[in-house]
């Protein structure tokens, strides 16, 4: 298992157990993984795909490419097959199956993800929206997590659906690699 400072770790081959380690804050605008109040003068690291939190440092769980964007995001670039969820992303899924509640949503991972009829806007018990299978559907994850069924949602916390739902039946849609 090796340790690297991340910032040496940017644009070099990571593998899975790796630790990188972040330098605590200083007066030279270093980086600290732990956030706190703007006025404590440390900066926040976001963890992307390939990384985890691991004490004070991160740990590699894919094997791949060290990235880097300001502020401070870094993420592990690897080729990979199918998609795997992340809670908060936002995707288009087809339905492929209605299933009294629920509707099954293809958004291109290895489980299909599950739709609620009541996480679109104004949805209630007898207020059913209209969504039939093979419809093209844009929404959020909720749920992702490796051990369960992702769920969809087409509303926002505040319950507006802020462009989410059911796409219109004009236009096309096409697949994609996952590096575009």
Known sequence: MASLAV????????????????PAQTGDGSLSLTSSSPSSGRERVVCGPGLARHGDNLQVTKCGVMKHRDPAVYWVDSQQKRYVPVKGDHVIGIVT?????IFKLDVG??????????A???ATKK?????KV?????????????????????IDSSGKANGKGVIGQDGFMF??????
């Open 120 to 122: 679109f806007e104004g």
């Open 7 to 22: 910032r040496d770790a940017v644009g070099q081959v990571v593998l899975p157990g790796d630790v990188l380690v972040l």
């Open 134 to 154: 093979g419809d093209v559907v844009y929404g959020q994850f909720i749920v992702a997590n490796k051990d369960m069924e992702p769920e969809v949602a087409c």
């Open 97 to 101: 199956m209605k299933a009294g509640d």
């Open 109 to 118: 991972g290895s489980d299909q993800a599950s739709l609620s009829f009541l």
């Open 127 to 131: 207020n059913r929206p209209n969504v």
């Open 175 to 180: 697949k994609v690699t996952l590096g575009l």
